[in-house]
Every structure is written in structure tokens, then in C-alpha cells.
């Protein structure tokens, strides 16, 4: 059975971590077993938000996109990825094995997503007013669909029912001093700061809002950052709804999974995206996100798409510090 070399999984690791995450914190961890082919995914316990996310859940919906994305590169460089999720009962913190073996032929179809890899951005810029064309979000469902988890582009009273939630996610955030804490350990604004390889740099944050509804998260929290303009954003911004029908860990991996191919659908397609869970991070506010007519059980993610600038890459942790080898 071939297997990988070392160099090739770096590589694939390299990839898998362009994924988004929450706060750009990439809470991910690889382990390679190089004799046996077998790659690892774990969570980062040094990478939590106890207040925002204190099940793990926005943490593992960040590995189910980043495990993803590896399965993308895998198949662009001729590789099978087999995974299983949770292998381990007892070690909950082993999120999902995949073995590598060498495809004789064509590893997948998905390795047409492969340059949207690189190409995809978290957009905190204004959008157009120009709709989505319905083919185009019905290739983005069925994205979803095919990783076991719904997308939802809700009905317009929904919408202003989910943007105002996100305004009081925002307010709640704004009165709590623990809630601001975290988010400032994830914002770069300092010359210092930005030489960091996580978190979200003051050049990524986009413009300040002077009008609009778009569910954009200022993770300047007030703060003036020099150079930083104001904008007029969407007034009917586009978005849609991440979920499963079940809330558990699994799920959680399953819809982070969906989430890593409807973004690299959308950036394959021309859309620019951003992501929103400020109304997801309170736990009174996130049962009213789901449409009670729908079969969504649980709401893990919103996604903000429309025509616009894709917006600036995000830095990344190098692979030697994210990546262990086995030899044996």
C-alpha cells in the first residue's frame, strides 16, 4: 500500500489549514503516522474561547472545514483520504483519522475546488445589491447536502429576524467584559501584535459601518484604527443558514465539513463570503436562528455571499508547529 511522504503531507497540512476558523484561531493539531499512512486530526486545547464557545462546538466546526479542505488536496495530488469521525470513544479530543493510500485513478472530483483553496477570504467588505441566481444557491445546497448537512436561504422575515439576533449578540457582547477580553486576544491592531500568526490583523478587518445591515463582526470593538474608512454595506444582505438536524459532536464535525465545501463552491462560482456566529455564541439566542419549519435541528453557522471584494489573506501558523510525524 503506497502511503505519502513526509513532504507530500506537510503539503496537504499546508492546505488544510487555509480553512476558515473562529477568530482566525486555527485550533487544529495533525499527527502522521508515516508507516501506516494514517493523519490524525485533533483539537487544540490551547486554542478554546470559553466564552464564546465553551461546548468546543464553533472549535470543531473550524476542523470539520480545515479536515475538508485536506480531503480537497489530497484528491489534486492523486491521493485517496478515507476518514472516520470520533474513532476514538474515549479520547473525544481525536476528531477524525484519514488514511492516505496512493488512487489509481482519479482520487475524487473534488480536486476541482482545489484553487479556490487559496483564493478564499473571510470578506469584511460591503457586498452589491446583486442577487445570488437561484441556480447558483441551489449548487451551494446541494454542496451541503452532499456532506450530510442543510443550507437554508431563509424566507425575508427571516432574514430580519437572524440580522436581529446578530444586533443583540453584538450588544450583549459590548456589556460583557469577558466576552471583549476574548475578542481582543484575537485582534492584531498593534504593530507588534501583527506580526502574529493567528487572529484577525487590522488590514483584514474592513471598513466600519455607516449604514446596513450586513451581519459583520467589528473586531475593533469601537477602537479607531488608523486608516480605517467607513462604508455603506448591504441594505438586504444575502445570507444563509449552516446546520444539521442533531447538535452533537459529530454533527458539529459533519456541518464544519459542509461548511469547508460551500465556501470553495461559493469561491469557485465568483462569490465573495464571510461568516457570522455572533447570534450562535449565546445560547438563548441560538434556538430562535433555526426556521421552526424546517428540518434544521440546530443552526451551527451563517453565511453572509454576495458579489464583492474577496478581501485580504489572513496569517496562518507555519506547518512544523501544527503538524507531529511518527515514524513509527
Known amino acids: 500500500m503506497a502511503t505519502p511522504p513526509v513532504a507530500g503531507v506537510r503539503g ?68 485517496r483520504a478515507d476518514h472516520v469521525l470520533l474513532p476514538e470513544p474515549d479520547d473525544p479530543g481525536l476528531l477524525a483519522r484519514v488514511c492516505l493510500t496512493r488512487a489509481p ?82 485582534t492584531r491592531l498593534t504593530e507588534k501584535s501583527l506580526a502574529a500568526q493567528d487572529g484577525v490583523p487590522s488590514y483584514a478587518l474592513g471598513p466600519s459601518r455607516r449604514y446596513g445591515r450586513a451581519p459583520v463582526r467589528d473586531f475593533a470593538d469601537g477602537a479607531a484604527v488608523p486608516g480605517r474608512g467607513r462604508a455603506e454595506f448591504e441594505r438586504f444582505p444575502q445570507i444563509a443558514l449552516l446546520g444539521t438536524s442533531g447538535d452533537s459532536a459529530r454533527d458539529w464535525l459533519v456541518a ?20 457570522t456566529s455572533q447570534a450562535l455564541e449565546w445560547r438563548e439566542l441560538r434556538r430562535f436562528a433555526r426556521d421552526p419549519r424546517s428540518a434544521m435541528g440546530a443552526v451551527h453557522m451563517v453565511l453572509r455571499l454576495g458579489y464583492g471584494p474577496s478581501g485580504p489573506p489572513t496569517p496562518r501558523r507555519p506547518v512544523e508547529t501544527i503538524l507531529a510525524v511518527r515514524a513509527r
Not at 459590548?174 to 484575537?186: G, I, S
Request: charged share 25%; with cysteine.
Open 12 to 79: 496537504l497540512v499546508a492546505a488544510a489549514s487555509m480553512a476558515p476558523s473562529m477568530h482566525n484561531a486555527q485550533p487544529w493539531l495533525f499527527e502522521f503516522a508515516a508507516a501506516d499512512g494514517l493523519l490524525d486530526l485533533r483539537a487544540d486545547p490551547a486554542r478554546t474561547m470559553p466564552i464564546t464557545d465553551p461546548r468546543g462546538r464553533g472549535a470543531r466546526l473550524s476542523c470539520g472545514a480545515a479536515l475538508f479542505t485536506l480531503r480537497v488536496a489530497a484528491a489534486y495530488y492523486g491521493w
Open 256 to 275: 464544519g465539513q459542509a461548511l469547508g465545501r460551500v465556501l470553495l463552491e461559493a469561491t469557485s462560482r465568483g462569490l465573495a463570503t464571510s461568516l
Open 105 to 186: 485513478g482519479r482520487a475524487s472530483p473534488d480536486d476541482r475546488l482545489f484553487p479556490a483553496i487559496a483564493r478564499r477570504r473571510t470578506s469584511r467588505e460591503p457586498f452589491s445589491e446583486r442577487p445570488v441566481p437561484d441556480d447558483l444557491r441551489q449548487a451551494l445546497v446541494d454542496a451541503a447536502r452532499t456532506e450530510g448537512a442543510r443550507l437554508l436561504f431563509p424566507d425575508p422575515w427571516h432574514v430580519e429576524s437572524v440580522l436581529d439576533l446578530v444586533d443583540e449578540a453584538e450588544q450583549r457582547q459590548r456589556a460583557d467584559p469577558r466576552a471583549r477580553a476574548e475578542l481582543a486576544r484575537w
